[in-house]
């Protein structure tokens, strides 16, 4: 196959994507710039990043519809940036799930096989066969007013897998579900994506979601890529501020060695370095921060109960700190009451105030920064 060529399109499952260099600009905005990204054969990586930093152009020019200033998509290897939209054999469901008012369930799901003319009775028993998968297959003669939320967006996902797609795009597909909902769904396409082994990219604006259905997580902010690595690694090593802030609920705590933090920010950070710790923004995450134990003295100037836990905020001096402990613990502190806190060096985050790449000291006490990660504009992203 080659890209614009009159060949019809192979379509088989599973594909390897890579995009190449992509440079989408509209008018004077810059929406992408320069992004490369590799989705293997049956992986899914979810696009996660704050509104406006380039998640749906790039999905847009996967599927064709984005003409690119610079850049190239790959399926297997062979370059279809030329190629026309529908000749991609992609399968894609957006936020407003668009299913047809006017045709049932099983119409809505078999459209995409009878525009490319299957034989009617294959395509009947395609249409069973993913209506069952995605637990609809006992809503086919109804009409969409006839759904709920949930259910005529699974009608949207399996009329996007019917025609087996080479590479599977969602943009979005749960926003218009309630919590629970979401959750219920989110973890029927996980099932489903690994069923099927399905190329998968899974736009979000959601960090916790990314995280709880992705292989691996690509953070975007401001056209890029800031980090790309599987959910585990991007909580507890993250690659850069950005990346360390947007991951995690409740964020991340983050003071500077040098300003109005810096008395609390050098001191947690003394037993690591030998230099005093000049030019680092110092991380911990809320729960990994002890009290009722340690040198540090803090006051507590609010609590708030999330449920099984609670989140306790005090200041240290000027800081503040925000810190979850179990509600047992918590639902006995109260405001002004002086706490005694410690944070252990080894759960702490360093990163470099002038870029935001992650920073990693050895045990002389000597910094390195992590080659795998990209800075991020550090203090001022
Ligand atoms: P959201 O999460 O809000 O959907 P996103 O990450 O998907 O955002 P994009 O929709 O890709 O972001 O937009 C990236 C940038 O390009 C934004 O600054 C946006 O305002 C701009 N943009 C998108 N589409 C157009 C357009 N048709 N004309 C001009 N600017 C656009």
């Known amino acids: 196959m080659s890209a614009g060529s009159a060949e019809p399109y192979e379509v088989e499952l599973a594909m390897k994507l890579d ?19 590799t989705v293997g054969h049956g992986e899914l990586v979810a696009l996660v990043g704050p509104s406006g930093c380039g998640k749906t152009t790039t999905l847009g020019f996967i599927t064709g519809f984005i003409r690119p200033k610079a850049g190239r998509v790959l399926f297997d290897g062979v370059d279809v940036t030329a190629l026309a939209p529908q000749r991609r054999g992609i399968g894609y469901v957006f936020q407003d799930y668009a299913i047809y008012p006017h045709m049932t369930v099983r119409e809505n799901i078999r459209f995409p096989l009878d525009a490319a003319k299957k034989e009617r009775k294959q395509a009947e028993r395609d249409v069973d066969e993913i209506a069952g998968l995605m637990g609809v297959g006992n809503l086919l003669a109804r009409r969409p007013h006839q759904l709920s939320g949930g259910q005529r967006q699974r009608v949207a996902l399996a009329r996007a897998l019917v025609k087996k797609p080479v590479i599977l795009l969602l943009d979005e597909p749960l926003s218009n579900l309630d919590a629970h909902l979401r959750v219920e769904v989110r973890a029927e396409i996980r099932r489903l994506q690994l069923d099927l082994k399905m190329t998968t990219v899974f736009v979000t604006h959601d960090q916790s979601e990314a995280m709880a259905i992705a292989d691996r997580v690509a953070v975007m902010s401001d056209g890029n890529i800031v980090a790309l690595t599987a959910p585990a690694t991007l909580y507890t090593r993250p690659p850069s501020l950005f990346s360390a802030r ?29 230099d005093g710790g000049a030019g680092l923004l110092v991380g911990v995450r809320p729960e990994d921060v002890e009290i009722g134990t340690g040198e540090l003295e803090a006051v507590v100037t609010l609590t708030e109960p999330l449920g099984r836990d609670f989140l306790v905020h005090l200041t240290v001096g000027p800081s503040s700190i925000r810190v979850l402990v179990p509600a047992e613990e918590g639902q006995h502190l109260k405001l002004d009451d002086n706490v005694r806190m410690r944070i252990e060096p080894s759960r702490l985050h360093l990163f470099d105030a002038a870029t935001g790449r992650r920073v990693e000291i ?20």
Do not use: C, K, M
């Open 362 to 381: 050895d045990a002389a006490g000597a910094r390195r920064l992590d080659e795998s990660a990209q800075g991020d504009g550090g203090l001022a992203s």
């Open 19 to 37: 995009i190449e260099g992509l440079t989408v600009e509209y008018g004077q905005v810059a929406a992408v710039h320069g992004l490369n990204l």
């Open 246 to 274: 947007f991951i995690g609920s409740p964020q991340i705590n983050i003071w500077a060695t040098d300003g109005p933090d810096e008395a609390l920010a050098r001191r947690v950070i003394q037993p690591l370095v030998r």
